[in-house]
């Protein structure tokens, strides 16, 4: 389905400023017989109705209060209550009062002379759902306001809702909720869903409630919660006796209260829910340690700050810090602190607080970035000789991480989009093809993990489960590495949630146990044919090995370097934990960043009491920006933000959706091509096209956004810049960032006004090269038979090659413009070491991979400066023939030796 607006409250905030245009319209004109106009001004409160039912502020009553005086004709004072509504909205100041409801329209008090909350108190509300008349609602209200103190640093008020539908309408609809109370059996449908609201609500109308029972009803419920906002408190208040409640129904809810004994309880267990997310052990140890009066007698002068402020020269430096960051650096593991290699403390509680909202059954915290969180992964799980599965175009972590292990990486080439200078994600074919070729060569036991990045750089997304059952369907315990570097928010929203590593790890493993599954599985190969592949698991083989790699710092509230690893693998305890520990060990530094670890405890802490909403509010952002580019005529003229046609080829997008939003139709609901298709594009990653512009992606980027603007983006390919909006991101920035491509492209336009006519030539050339001459994307060669794991196998020794590159008298320089000389006379050039332009940002040469000529093609019309592993001056670094012939006579004596041995066993 498809709206004009892409969320809920985008609707819901243009509503009332629309409201507040009409009335204050009619009110200007002071004309007693306007007042009667008001159907226009009735219609949008009656849309408005049907949306304010699931909040408390403005909320059902107010604006039926509001409704009311419109048909009475008290305009003035409706024009005064709606301006009011329509500020504490829009700024989100409605939170910090502790009640907003006038006991009439015409009531000459402020909304804002309302009790206002102390700067140390928090709001938030809490969902009751039941089958309540309105009298009951404000009875029971009146009894929890009792309860409430107003000293508490926490303070809610309560939304209800009678039915099933309307309280997980309410759930996504509502940022405020931190927590839900089920009273038995409320209804099962919603008497007020309209077709405004219909579009927004895909997810909560295709659930089946036909053959549910009242009894069954308030569970489901608190099943389904916990699947779309898990990081809620749920409460169940039940009827029924205890012991007839089953285990799934005791996992899905905090607590579970045998009817309404004790108001009291329930009120104390509510806040104490909040109050457990809200705790920072690390966090909140680091703030108590920097308020004692410590004595240093250890390392660390800047400690306590005592070498700075006592500094003559370093004041500013000082100054610009503050005192806290000094009070807080140290190198102590006691007195309240921990240390980061062997936590027993506050450090411990904050990684198992992190393992809960993440999903994970252990969580890691890394202070040196998801380059080290990566090579931390692979040491402790693969061995020198062992084959892994890897992503050609991953970070160059991976790589490098390969090396060190001595493990064989067997390439997997993603798809091109050549037009924009840029490579894709793998295809599924593209893998099942090479655990297939490996079977084939009786590998397939050496093969130990696929790698892959999710999402990538781009923003492209995997379907992690389709994937994931498919290959373990050829490898059972196949271990899978999800480099999510830049997927570290997904977690927070039920959209974005299904296609990560944590989410399918748990999903998958419930699936495989189940009886429903094996008989499933029994009856699929029952009438399997004699020659064909299973694409389902064996249940009784299956291992859920899966492991990610989070960049905390790059979505979240974290300081830089600021990582995570997230680990949902069932042969953990026995198989991993002590090779895990001593991988640790070896990559992480014994003097710890107390900062970063203490932003990783608080970015937890974020994102499990408001990161549905921040993140919602990133994905809104960056729509915004699209709808703004697409519809503006100027600004589409030279800018054009890639949409998911551009990015993703038809045959991995089953469901067809093309864009998320245009002119025509307005958006296009994105739920359904994130549940089925094999690619999806995450909104937030917005690749802006320039080249109509003529100007080149790094130009853009340095020279007009960064030096002119102060506006800092991400990375660039030949002839696009990548944007990104983040749970930071705010409409201001938006605002300001469409007003400088505004600026751009009106100097644009002045500029090709005033060109003659040879100039004119010159620019539509260098435009036309921009938009139509790129470099075709060169894809992984071949490792070079030299440094072959086995002889026409899939997987290369890149390590024996990486270390044979450090003997000088072995390899040799050719430039770049006689490489396809001498590729022409027959000579192999087999490369030394990772060559990595940037952009694309990844290694187009490995140790050991053979030079192709598309490679060479490639670089010589790559227009970038920078090239990692290449010195332009002295050429291309790669092997002697000697060097490969000495290794192809040692790689030969050495297969003669292991076929001896084999023959001799």
């Known amino acids: 389905?498809?709206?004009?607006?892409?969320?809920?409250?985008?609707?819901?905030?243009?509503?009332?400023?629309?409201?507040?245009?009409?009335?204050?319209y009619l009110v200007s004109q002071n004309n007693e017989s306007l007042k009667n106009e008001t159907e226009s001004i009735l219609k949008i409160l009656n849309h408005l109705s049907s949306i304010e039912n699931y909040f408390v502020f403005p909320g059902s009553q107010l604006t039926q209060q509001i409704i009311n005086a419109v048909k009475k004709g008290e305009l003035k004072a409706v024009s005064r209550r709606i301006s009011e509504i329509v500020s504490l909205l829009v700024s989100y100041d409605y939170r910090n009062y502790a009640e907003l409801k006038p006991k009439s329209i015409d009531s000459k008090d402020s909304l804002r002379d309302k009790a206002k909350l102390k700067n140390s108190q928090i709001s938030f509300e809490v969902l009751y759902v039941e089958d309540f008349t309105e009298k009951e609602e404000d009875f029971f209200r009146e009894k929890a306001n009792e309860l409430v103190d107003s000293r508490d640093p926490l303070v809610y008020d309560l939304v209800f809702q009678r039915s099933f539908q309307d309280a997980l309408i309410c759930l996504f609809f509502n940022y405020d909720i931190q927590a839900v109370i089920i009273r038995y059996a409320p209804l099962k449908y919603s008497k007020t869903i309209t077709d405004l609201i219909k579009p927004f609500i895909q997810n909560v109308l295709k659930i089946d409630l036909s053959k549910v029972t009242d009894a069954e009803l308030g569970?489901?419920?608190?099943?389904?919660?916990?699947?779309?906002?898990?990081?809620?408190?749920?409460?169940?208040?039940?009827?029924?006796?205890?012991?007839?409640?089953?285990?799934?129904?005791?996992?899905?809810?905090?607590?579970?209260?045998?009817?309404?004994?004790?108001?009291?309880?329930?009120?104390?267990?509510?806040?104490s829910g909040i109050n457990e997310r809200y705790k920072t052990p690390f966090f909140?140890?680091?703030?108590?340690?920097?308020?004692?009066?410590?004595?240093?007698?250890?390392?660390?002068?800047?400690?306590?700050?005592?070498?700075?402020?006592?500094?003559?020269?370093?004041?500013?430096?000082?100054?610009?810090?503050?005192?806290?960051?000094?009070?807080?650096?140290?190198?102590?593991?006691?007195?309240?602190?921990?240390?980061?290699?062997?936590?027993k403390g506050p450090l411990s509680q904050a990684k198992n607080k992190a393992a809960k909202a993440f999903g994970a059954l252990h969580t890691f915290f890394v202070t040196n970035g998801t380059s080290t969180a990566n090579k931390i992964v692979q040491q402790a799980l693969i061995k020198p000789g062992d084959v892994v599965l890897v992503d050609r175009d991953c970070h160059k972590s991976h790589h490098y991480g390969l090396v060190l292990a001595g493990a064989y990486p067997a390439y997997l080439g993603s798809y091109h989009i050549d037009k924009y200078s840029m490579y894709g994600a793998v295809p599924l074919k593209t893998i099942t093809e090479k655990l297939t070729e490996l079977k084939r060569a009786g590998r397939l036991d050496k093969v130990k993990m696929l790698l892959l990045t999710n999402c990538t750089f781009?923003?492209?997304?995997?379907?992690?489960?389709?994937?994931?059952?498919?290959?373990?369907?050829?490898?059972?315990?196949?271990?899978?590495?999800?480099?999510?570097?830049?997927?570290?928010?997904?977690?927070?929203?039920?959209?974005?949630?299904q296609r990560t590593g944590m989410y399918v790890a748990q999903k998958l493993y419930n699936k495989y146990k189940s009886e429903t599954y094996r008989a499933k599985y029994n009856a699929y190969i029952n009438q399997l044919g004699e020659d064909e592949?299973?694409?389902?698991?064996?249940?009784?083989?299956?291992?859920?090995r899966v492991y990610t790699t989070q960049s905390t710092h790059k979505t979240l509230s974290s300081f830089r370097q600021g990582s995570m690893i997230h680990i949902w693998d069932e042969d953990y305890s026995r198989l991993v934990a002590d090779a895990f520990q001593e991988s640790y060990m070896t990559h992480t530094t014994t003097s710890a960043n107390y900062q970063i670890l203490a932003s990783l405890d608080i970015a937890r802490r974020q994102m499990e009491l408001e990161g549905y909403e921040l993140v919602e509010k990133s994905v809104e952002m960056a729509m915004v920006l699209r709808s703004k580019i697409k519809d503006h005529p100027k600004l589409s003229k030279y800018f054009h933000l890639l949409?998911?046609?551009?990015?993703?080829?038809?045959?991995?997008?089953?469901?067809?959706?093309?864009?998320?939003?245009?002119?025509?139709?307005?958006?296009?609901?994105?739920?359904?091509?994130?549940?089925?298709?094999?690619?999806?594009?995450?909104?937030?990653?917005?690749?802006?096209?320039?080249?109509?512009?003529?100007?080149?992606?790094?130009?853009?980027?340095?020279?007009?956004?960064?030096?002119?603007?102060?506006?800092?983006i991400n990375k660039t390919s030949r002839n696009t810049v990548l944007l990104i909006t983040n749970i930071g991101t705010t409409r201001g920035s938006v605002t300001y960032l469409t007003n400088v491509l505004l600026q751009i492209a009106d100097e644009l336009e002045d500029s090709n006004r005033n060109l003659n006519k040879r100039e004119k030539e010159i620019n539509d050339k260098h435009i036309y090269s921009l938009m139509h001459d790129f470099p075709p994307l060169p894809d992984f060669s071949e490792f070079h038979s030299s440094f072959l794991s086995a002889p026409g196998v899939p997987g290369g020794n890149i390590r024996e090659a990486y270390f044979l590159g450090y003997e000088d008298n072995l390899c040799e320089y050719i430039l770049l413009e006689d490489c396809l000389q001498a590729m022409n006379n027959h000579k192999v050039l087999v490369s030394t070491s990772f060559v990595i332009p940037y952009p694309p940002g990844f290694p187009i040469l490995v140790p050991g991979q053979v030079v192709s000529k598309e490679i060479v093609e490639f670089m010589l019309a790559l227009d970038v400066k920078e090239i990692h592993g290449y010195r332009?001056?002295?050429?291309?670094?790669?092997?002697?023939?000697?060097?490969?012939?000495?290794?192809?006579?040692?790689?030969?004596?050495?297969?003669?030796?292991?076929?001896?041995n084999l023959k001799d066993k």
Not at 314 to 343: K, M, V, W
Not at 671 to 678: H, L, S
């Open 1 to 24: 389905m498809v709206s004009k607006h892409y969320n809920i409250n985008q609707l819901r905030v243009d509503l009332w400023n629309d409201l507040k245009e009409e009335v204050n």
């Open 643 to 712: 949409t998911v046609n551009d990015l993703i080829h038809p045959e991995f997008r089953a469901c067809g959706l093309d864009e998320y939003y245009s002119g025509e139709k307005g958006w296009d609901r994105l739920e359904n091509a994130w549940e089925k298709d094999e690619f999806v594009l995450d909104p937030t990653k917005l690749t802006l096209s320039v080249a109509k512009t003529g100007i080149m992606g790094d130009v853009f980027k340095n020279d007009y956004l960064m030096n002119r603007f102060d506006i800092q």
């Open 458 to 497: 781009d923003g492209l997304v995997y379907n992690v489960e389709l994937i994931m059952e498919r290959v373990l369907a050829i490898k059972p315990d196949m271990v899978f590495l999800w480099d999510e570097a830049w997927f570290g928010f997904a977690n927070f929203t039920y959209v974005y949630k």
């Open 872 to 900: 332009a001056n002295l050429g291309l670094k790669v092997f002697t023939e000697s060097a490969l012939n000495r290794k192809n006579s040692l790689s030969a004596m050495g297969a003669m030796l292991a076929f001896q």
């Open 284 to 343: 909140s140890a680091i703030e108590d340690y920097s308020k004692r009066p410590i004595s240093v007698f250890h390392a660390m002068p800047i400690s306590r700050g005592n070498s700075v402020f006592k500094s003559r020269w370093i004041t500013d430096f000082g100054r610009f810090y503050g005192r806290n960051i000094f009070l807080a650096e140290t190198s102590a593991t006691n007195g309240g602190l921990d240390s980061l290699l062997q936590p």
């Open 219 to 271: 569970p489901l419920l608190g099943q389904y919660i916990k699947q779309f906002r898990p990081e809620l408190d749920i409460y169940y208040i039940t009827d029924k006796s205890l012991t007839h409640i089953n285990d799934n129904t005791l996992k899905s809810f905090r607590r579970i209260f045998y009817r309404m004994e004790d108001l009291q309880e329930l009120h104390l267990t509510i806040l």
């Open 533 to 544: 592949i299973s694409v389902l698991p064996d249940p009784d083989k299956v291992k859920i």
